[in-house]
C-alpha cells in the first residue's frame, strides 16, 4: 500500500511562495501520473497540478503561471512550488495519483493572508 506524507505547508502573506513536498513510500513518482489537490473550508477537493509519467504538465486556470509541479524520481517525491499566492488558495494541500487510487495522506495546511 502507498503511503503519500506532504510537507511544507505554512501561513505566507499574499504575494509570498512556498514549496510543497509529497514523498510516496512506492516507486510510484516516476511511473505515474502525479497530481496536487487542494480542499478549501467548505468546498470540494480538486485537483490544481498534474505531471504525467513523461513529465507533461497542466493546471486548473486559477494557479496556472504561478504554481509548478515538478519532481524527483530518485527520492520517489513531487513538488509544487507555488508562487504569488492568493487568499484564495488558502487549503489543505494533497497528493495523488491521477486518478486519485491510493489513500489520501494527512495532507498540509496552506494559508494566505495579511
Known sequence: QVQL????????EPGGSLRLSCAASGSIVGSTAMGWYRQAPGK?????????????????APVKGRFIIFRDNAK????????SLKPEDTAVYYCNAVPSIHSWGQGTQVTVSS
Open 44 to 60: 470540494q477537493r480538486e485537483l490544481v497540478a498534474t505531471i504525467t509519467s513523461g513529465g507533461v504538465t497542466n493546471y486548473v
Open 5 to 12: 506524507v506532504e510537507s511544507g505547508g505554512g501561513l505566507v
Open 76 to 83: 520517489n517525491t513531487v513538488y509544487l512550488q507555488m508562487n
